[in-house]
């Protein structure tokens, strides 16, 4: 074996295995639910799941779908299929890749199971609520929105008010759903392990501060999947503090993600997941650690705002400030205390040609890193899953030139 597999082999998470097998059974159950007289929820990223869990119905994520849709490279047919239905090229490729593959079952999995209900929480977009109402009406099955005002600066208390009733009418629909009662000291049980399993997440994202960074951004968009799908079950906890375990040990070890680690870099936005390898290695062989992100954070942004004796009344808050629902100078300070944290040497924003909600900003946030951290940063032009918004020359030529003025930056010259 050559030094580079040596490496390679060294550097894997070995953790990867048993999140391939959760993942694995968690789509078996959720395509045999109606066989096992269980209910499927679509729900949106960013959305309430926990009171689903506490009734016992399966909660779906189309857009972890469209992640896989996209890994698998399915995404440009998918999302041109949805364009030849009437959609347009510039709506969300998750959502295109959704709309059309429901109709064919198409995709990796052959489909995701057929929904018993949505719902969607605007906290993340507002390209969802249409996304989820297409959607409803396609399956003829009930919707409910989770309305969370977007905060400017702040969370008032009148947005509470509102945010927490409608936390009271979402258990009312589901009650009407299952045709029972919410059993209360279930959810509380839920809500302590969504937190439980939020803060494990936070501290697997945190080993990163070390140097070397025992992970990388691309290990951490690969190990978000359960906290985004099955936040709030020990399944979850207990996978957390596996992976946790691993990453304290290869600290431990000096054991970095990447052979080499010189410069480290902080992502921006969500991942081109097509090119996770392509880009993975071209970072790396450049010596070049992206050590942290702010999409993967994103799923335990709210925890400072959340408590474990008191999770609907403070969720209402940790989910209505979720981080694409903030203004951009919010979105900036969260960034610059990323770069202060992670000790990062520039920035990597993906501008993503589907999340307008997550792009608008960046040139904005980039002047402002400029200005008080003096950081470099690179925007690479992409979409998460339509790979026709690629192109590998100009993205190739860019990291090249970038990587390039980091290391004279660091080197003074
Ligand atoms: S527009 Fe952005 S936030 Fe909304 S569904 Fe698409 S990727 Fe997610």
Same mark, same amino acid.
């Given at each position: 074996m050559s030094d580079i597999n040596l490496d390679k082999e060294k550097n894997k998470v070995k953790s990867e295995k048993r999140m391939r097998e959760i993942m694995t059974s968690y789509y078996i159950e959720a395509k045999t639910a109606e066989l096992n007289n269980r209910k499927v929820a679509?729900?949106?990223?960013?959305?309430?799941?926990?009171?689903?869990?506490?009734m016992d119905i399966i909660p779906v994520y189309p857009e972890n779908h469209g992640a896989m849709i996209g890994a698998s490279k399915m995404g440009s047919d998918l999302c041109a299929k949805a364009e030849g239905m009437g959609y347009s090229s510039d709506l969300c490729s998750y959502a295109r890749a959704d709309i059309s593959c429901a109709t064919v079952n198409g995709g990796p999995i052959g489909g995701l199971p057929k929904p018993d209900l949505l719902v969607c929480c605007n906290n993340i977009c507002g390209?969802?609520?249409?996304?989820?109402?297409? *959607?409803? =009406?396609?399956?003829?099955?009930p919707l409910f929105i989770f309305d969370t005002p977007f905060c400017h600066t702040e969370f008032s208390q009148e947005a509470k008010r509102y945010v927490l009733r409608q936390t009271e009418?979402?258990?009312?629909? %589901?009650?009407?759903?299952?045709? /029972?009662?919410?059993?209360?000291? /279930?959810?509380?049980?839920?809500? =302590? %392990?969504s937190l439980e399993g939020q803060r494990l997440w936070q501290k697997v994202l945190d080993t990163a501060i070390n140097k070397p960074s025992p992970l990388t951004a691309f290990d951490a968009f690969f190990h978000l999947a359960l906290i985004v799908t099955l936040r709030g079950t020990q399944q979850t906890v207990d996978y957390y503090t596996m992976l946790l375990q691993e990453m304290e040990e290869r600290v431990k070890e000096g054991i970095g993600a990447i052979p080499h680690e010189k410069y480290r870099l902080l992502w921006d936005n969500l991942p081109i997941w097509y090119r996770m390898k392509? %880009?993975?290695?071209?970072?790396?062989k450049n010596d070049t650690c992206l050590v942290a992100d702010t999409y993967t954070s994103a799923w335990c942004g709210g925890l400072k705002y959340m408590d474990e004796n008191d999770f609907f009344n403070s969720a209402a808050e940790g989910y209505t400030r979720s981080y694409l629902n903030l203004g951009v100078d919010q979105m900036a300070e969260i960034v610059? #205390?990323?770069?202060?944290?992670?000790?990062?040497?520039?920035?990597?924003?993906?501008? @993503?040609?589907?999340?307008?909600?997550?792009?608008?900003? *960046?040139?904005?946030? *980039?002047?402002?890193?400029?200005?008080?951290?003096?950081?470099p940063s690179l925007i690479i032009e992409a979409?998460?899953?339509?790979?026709?918004?690629?192109?590998?020359? *100009?993205?190739?030529? /860019?990291?090249?030139?970038?990587?390039?003025?980091?290391?004279? @930056?660091? #080197?003074?010259?």
């Open positions: 679509w729900i949106t990223s960013g959305g309430p799941v926990e009171p689903l869990i506490a390209t969802v609520l249409k996304w989820y109402e297409v *959607q409803a =009406r396609y399956f003829k099955v009418e979402y258990v009312l629909f %589901l009650e009407g759903i299952m045709g /029972r009662k919410m059993d209360h000291d /279930r959810m509380k049980e839920v809500g =302590r %392990l392509w %880009l993975s290695e071209k970072f790396a610059l #205390a990323m770069i202060d944290k992670y000790q990062v040497h520039g920035l990597v924003m993906h501008s @993503n040609r589907s999340c307008k909600p997550y792009s608008f900003g *960046q040139y904005d946030i *980039q002047r402002i890193v400029k200005k008080k951290r003096g950081l979409d998460m899953v339509d790979e026709r918004s690629f192109s590998e020359s *100009q993205v190739e030529t /860019r990291i090249d030139a970038f990587v390039e003025m980091i290391r004279e @930056n660091k #080197a003074g010259v």
